[in-house]
């Protein structure tokens, strides 16, 4: 994939993950939020969009250029998470700011140890979610693979690095331990994400 065709669908992807995330925001019911966050997933790999936490699930089965793009895409997620939440809080939906400080101001006050270990069960659920989607058998079994990934992971609290780029901006609350909250949480998001992929590998190399 050329640069500009990879940043266009990165910064779209990550503007798919934020309305996922405004949605939750507007929720007052988690479940409700969790389900209907999966609009964000279903939206990208349905039109083949750029998400980092998806494609770092992939980083063993391809080569150097595929990681220096999955990093490209980080970026561009980040764009594109930065940018809706900057559109929303133009209109009156900037109402949902005063939840997302509230959800980004709990997320802070965490130890980073905590969000690095939940960050890492997030995409395992991802890597189930996506991985499920491209390789399930049955069309209703790859439905179920981004709805079951997605909302057992929000309604769990697991972190999502991508999400929680578009509700730190939503919430207005960049600064150095933001920035190290989510640097944590990408280093993370990418070791579950390689989770199961390693550890097929290993199963399988112990019986060759």
């Known amino acids: 994939m050329d640069f500009k065709k990879n940043i266009i669908y990165s910064i779209i992807g990550g503007m798919c993950i934020s309305i996922g995330g405004a949605t939750f925001l507007a929720s007052e019911s988690l479940i409700i939020g969790a389900i209907l966050f999966v609009v964000g997933l279903f939206t990208i790999v349905t039109f083949g969009f750029n998400l980092f936490t998806g494609k770092a699930c992939y980083l063993l089965d391809n080569d150097g250029k595929y990681a220096v793009n999955t990093a490209i895409i980080w970026v561009g997620n980040f764009i594109g998470a930065f940018l809706t939440a900057q559109l929303i809080s133009l209109t009156r939906l900037v109402s949902i700011s005063a939840?997302?400080?509230e959800l980004v101001g709990f997320k802070l006050g965490d130890d980073l140890i905590s969000i690095f270990i939940l960050a890492i069960f997030c995409n395992i659920l991802i890597f189930i979610a996506v991985d499920g989607f491209k390789n399930n058998p049955h069309e209703i079994g790859k439905y179920f693979s981004l709805f079951f990934g997605v909302v057992v992971f929000i309604v769990c609290g697991f972190e999502?690095?991508?999400?929680?780029?578009?509700?730190?901006?939503?919430?207005?609350?960049?600064?150095?331990?933001?920035?190290?909250?989510?640097?944590?949480?990408?280093?993370?998001?990418?070791?579950?994400?390689?989770?199961?992929?390693?550890?097929?590998?290993?199963?399988?190399?112990?019986?060759?």
Do not use: D, Q
Not at 165 to 177: L, P
Not at 199 to 207: G, L
């Open 99 to 101: 939840r997302a400080k």
């Open 160 to 208: 999502h690095c991508i999400a929680n780029m578009f509700y730190i901006s939503m919430a207005g609350m960049w600064n150095t331990e933001a920035f190290i909250f989510i640097l944590v949480n990408s280093i993370g998001n990418l070791i579950g994400g390689l989770f199961i992929p390693v550890m097929k590998k290993v199963v399988i190399s112990s019986e060759a």
